[in-house]
């Protein structure tokens, strides 16, 4: 099975946005995809008064399909909080076994598996271990999204540092306009990254406050290959 783990340079940077239309540009090229989030935190409540996280429902949607909450992301919490610290409020703990036997059953479902992770690299994922320890037992190559703004230079470049040490591929960079930015930092932002490190700059998406054609657009790579050999 090929695969990419989508990770953050932090919160709110794109994550869901960016891995939504690989999903959708993978299905269009005809491949048989599936979307995986080991861990989400931050619950609204449906009209029925029920729990719903909206990154499992936009993912769900990018699959065009019905795939469970349970398939999508095992490990489920609702304060919008870290996944150990909003396990522990509700006196739970982030199963570790439990992800792993999420991700493996995705094997025999589909050929490539986009895995959305939570915050960034060093964001914890359980009381012992981080999102990048998860990622290096994955062993798909990393979509860094960063967020065209500012400071977004030091945020990038610690999270390529973070991923060499721990010896994990990096397919690329793609830089997110997730709010609307300053013309010149969204020009000299991917400019200052690439300067000062070698990993390749595979899209910079514009915001756009009505759809998303022209992100989509942007982000129309070849994933497939990108993933490489499983």
Excluded: Y
Excluded at 1 to 14: E, K, P
């Amino acid at each position: 099975m090929r695969g990419l783990f989508i990770t953050g340079t932090d919160t709110g940077v794109g994550k869901t946005h960016v891995t939504c239309a690989i999903v959708r540009q993978l299905r269009e090229a005809g491949h048989r995809v599936g979307a995986f989030k080991p861990a989400c935190s931050g619950a609204s409540l449906d009209q029925n008064g029920g729990p719903h996280w909206d990154d499992i429902d936009r993912l769900r949607d990018a699959l065009g399909r019905e795939i469970s909450d349970d398939q999508i992301c095992p490990q489920r919490f609702f304060a919008p909080l870290a996944p150990p610290v909003a396990a522990r409020n509700e006196g739970r703990r982030v199963d570790w076994e439990l992800i792993h036997r999420g991700f493996e059953a995705w094997q025999k479902d589909c050929d490539i598996l986009v895995i959305e992770g939570a915050g960034g690299l060093l964001c914890p994922l359980t009381d012992e271990a981080t999102i990048a320890e998860f990622a290096a037992q994955c062993l798909f190559p990393l979509v860094i999204v960063a967020r065209l703004g500012l400071g977004t230079i030091n945020h990038t470049l610690l999270t390529v540092e973070v991923a060499r040490q721990r010896g994990l591929r990096i397919a690329g960079l793609v830089f997110n306009e997730s709010t609307p930015t300053e013309e010149v930092l969204v020009a000299s932002n991917p400019a200052e990254v690439a300067a000062r490190c070698d990993v390749p700059i595979l899209a910079v998406c514009r915001h756009q406050s009505e759809g998303v054609g022209r992100v989509n657009e942007s982000l129309r790579l070849d994933w497939w290959s990108l993933a490489g050999v499983p």
